[in-house]
């Protein structure tokens, strides 16, 4: 990301008449930062300034089918951008950004609670990551031991079964 205070302001207000900040449901509710315009230039001088984010084409349904193309940023880096934007952002926006940060601040609150190994029954506290509504053991090898127990289970059960028949 540049330094450049100039290019930076002309970035924010670009951002603040062109783009949109939204939390996406993607499972990790996830701070989103999202451009769309028809100049290409533009938004690769944008993504140029911020250092980050994604440029697809995507076609506009209307008569004309004109090509557009969006700028997205996600999580993390959709967060430093808006940091190093927010300086020249409405408070409108700013508000937006507070509201999207606080939706995923408080699913990783709720995500990384404190549960029960399925394994050993201890309790633990997940690891932040994509998986982490997943995770059912509280470390790898109590989840390798408690799925090696469920086999030698299986296979107790299935001989039994077959020798009773």
Known sequence: MTR????LAWAAGFFEGEGCIFSASNGAYSVVLNVVNSDRDVLDNFKRIVGCGVISERRRVSLNRKVVYQWQAYSESAIKVFRALEPWLSDRRRARFALALSVREDYIAQATAGR??????????PTWNSQVSRQKYCSARCGRLARKAHREDLL?????STRAA
């Open 156 to 160: 107790r059960l299935l001989d039994e």
């Open 116 to 125: 029960l190994c399925v394994g050993c029954g201890s309790m633990f506290v």
């Open 4 to 7: 450049d205070p100039v290019k």
